[in-house]
């Protein structure tokens, strides 16, 4: 099979790549499960944006502060400014951003944000973009999706990728030869036991990048939201309380139903303060109070929220609810420069599989749907700028491929899951000056997601 560019992923980040490649490439699109499974979809809060040059300073400090001051000035700069623009061209897709009576934004404000210039629809912001930008990508002709379709390998030689492996949905191994190859695979959060993630998100393009001596940045970056409902089904995928909720007000109480911390701190911090209170108290979770939300804004802003609990045995308006932190999102990844371009030649990577530096040592609230739409364009761009070139093709590296190494898929994902797991456990372990701040986080972390789906 052949294709100008391969893309791996169907999350936001892969799909907004797609609509800025030019129409006269042929674009294939796979996904490991069925193409609205992707985090991208689950994104509850919203996404940032600039709304003026004033905001400008607060809003660098704020992702810097946010990042522990480890972030990439540049991308973050890149992001900011890029905002606008993005923004813009969601609404053309048909986004629908909550206005007010005026018809001007209604911005909101989560944790660690100094003010607010977060837009939103309703609690499902990330639905909202993702599916519009999917009903755009499939009217385009040039572009063929491919459901249920893994990555498991990629074809490289000499520091240069010309395609990959993929097991199809009927279990067959094939192989894409491509001009260029798009990792968009999401985050690393189905090998853990406690994550908001999708199970099958399990750091694929990680362990390639291992395999192939691919560069990585910071893989010992990962996040854990701080406010989850807590079920005691450890299998089940974490459901979100988004930060929104306590931007808007929402308290968090102990055991006696006593206020214990300042709830709009950084997730990190927030994460930090919850375990340390659950300890204290000696319970596996601490309270959420969502009556403080005046009832009509909180139905109309977190109608899945609220849904969500009703379900599982909570009147949000008449009780408080239980959340306890989970693994959610990783700042890590494959290292890429300002163009999303990997280490390898003719290989893009974005979204959350990419490391450009944005949210340095921690990512600020809706700044993850903002950072993938604006790197996805930018490696689109940067792929268009040649796309008059006519790219070599190595078709005797793809005859000498021998399929089946690949037909062994649980032998496979466990190799490739290892991988993962022990990079990240190395690169903590190479963490030797740390403060005794950062020992109480990793033993927060510890706690959420100790152990693996392997």
């Known amino acids: 099979m052949k294709t100008d560019i391969l893309i791996a992923g169907s999350g936001c980040s892969g799909l907004y790549c797609a609509l800025n490649l030019p129409r006269e490439k042929n674009i294939t699109v796979i996904t490991k499960s069925d193409v609205t499974s992707s985090d991208s979809f689950l994104a509850q809060g919203g996404i940032c944006m600039l709304k003026d040059d004033s905001d400008y300073d607060s809003y660098f400090e704020d ?25 813009h061209d969601l609404i053309g897709y048909g986004v629908d951003f909550a206005k007010n009576e005026d018809g001007t934004f209604a911005f909101t404000r989560e944790g660690a944000h100094s003010d607010k210039r977060i837009l939103f629809h309703e609690d499902i912001t990330g639905e909202e973009i993702t599916s519009k930008l999917l009903a755009a990508v499939k009217k385009l002709p040039n572009v063929t999706i491919l459901e249920n379709t893994k990555m498991v390998d990629i074809v490289a030689e000499n520091n240069c990728c010309y395609g990959v492996v993929i097991r199809r949905e009927d279990g067959s191994i094939d192989t894409v030869q491509a001009d260029y190859t798009v990792w968009a695979c999401g985050g690393i959060g189905g090998l853990y036991r406690h994550s908001t993630n999708f199970r099958h998100l399990t750091g694929d393009a990680l362990a390639l990048s291992i395999r192939h001596d691919i560069r990585l940045k910071d893989v010992n970056y990962v996040q854990i939201h701080p406010t989850t409902f807590y079920s005691e089904d450890e299998e089940e995928r974490s459901f979100l309380i988004s930060e929104s909720v306590r931007g808007e007000g929402a308290k968090l109480y102990d055991k006696h139903m006593n206020r214990f911390v300042n709830e709009l701190l950084p997730r990190d911090l927030l994460t930090e303060e919850i375990y340390k209170q659950m300890e204290k108290d000696g319970t596996d979770f601490v309270w959420e109070d969502l009556r403080p939300i005046p009832e009509k804004e909180l139905k109309e802003h977190f109608p899945n929220i609220v849904e969500h609990c009703r379900q599982m045995g909570y009147d949000v308006t008449k009780e408080c609810i239980p959340v306890v932190p989970a693994q959610h999102y990783f700042m890590g990844g494959v290292w890429v420069d300002h163009e999303s371009h990997t280490s390898m030649e003719r290989l893009y990577a974005v979204g959350e599989t990419a490391c450009n530096g944005v949210h340095g040592k921690n990512r600020l609230a809706s700044n993850s749907l903002l950072e993938s739409l604006v790197f996805a364009r930018r490696a689109a761009l940067q792929m268009s700028a040649h796309a008059g070139e006519k790219q070599k093709q190595k078709e005797d590296l793809f005859e000498k491929i ?17 991988y993962v797991r022990n990079a990240i456990i190395e690169a903590d372990e190479k963490s030797t000056q740390e403060s005794d701040e950062g020992h109480r986080v990793k033993a927060a972390f510890r706690k959420s997601g100790s152990k693996s789906a392997y």
Request: glycine share 2%.
């Open 402 to 418: 021998n399929l089946e190494d690949y037909t062994n898929a649980q032998k496979l994902a466990s190799c490739y899951h290892s």
């Open 63 to 87: 992702t810097m502060k946010a990042g522990h001051y480890e972030n990439d000035r540049d991308s973050v700069e890149i992001m900011i400014r890029s905002s606008q623009d993005v923004i």
